[in-house]
């Protein structure tokens, strides 16, 4: 039984920093996903990693702000957010995959979600 469990978010000022966890038990050997959804949005690829943590993939708006990485050792994925933005703001997702897609229908199992939110 996979299960992935996410901690971290909250609000933050624009410019802030902030940190999400997702720890994920009953599986190995698995690729990690990070997606978000605005409201009124579809739901987004924000980032991407693969098993061994050498590959890693973003999408335009948060590239060079936003880094995803690994401790293997506690099956914990993070994505490390700087320079918030208004527009950061979303219920963002942990999902877990076969390999390192930005498509969300490559993503097996999905966290239960946390809040994002961005002041101006």
């Known amino acids: 039984q996979v299960q992935l469990v996410q901690s971290g978010g909250g609000l933050m000022q624009a410019g802030g920093s902030l940190r999400l966890s997702c720890a994920a038990s009953?599986?190995?050997?698995?690729?990690m996903g990070w997606f978000r959804q605005a409201p009124g949005k579809e739901r987004e690829f924000v980032a991407a990693?693969?098993?061994?943590?050498?590959?890693?993939y973003y999408a335009a708006s948060v590239e060079g702000r936003f880094t995803i990485s690994r401790d293997n050792a506690k099956n914990t994925v993070y994505l490390q957010m700087n320079s918030l933005k208004p527009e950061d703001t979303a219920v963002y997702y942990c999902?877990?995959?076969?390999?390192?897609?930005?498509?969300?229908?490559?993503?097996?199992?999905w966290g239960q979600g946390t809040q994002v939110t961005v002041s101006s």
């Open positions: 009953g599986h190995t050997f698995y690729a």
């Open positions: 999902a877990l995959g076969a390999g390192a897609y930005s498509d969300q229908r490559r993503y097996n199992y």
């Open positions: 990693i693969n098993w061994s943590g050498d590959t890693t």
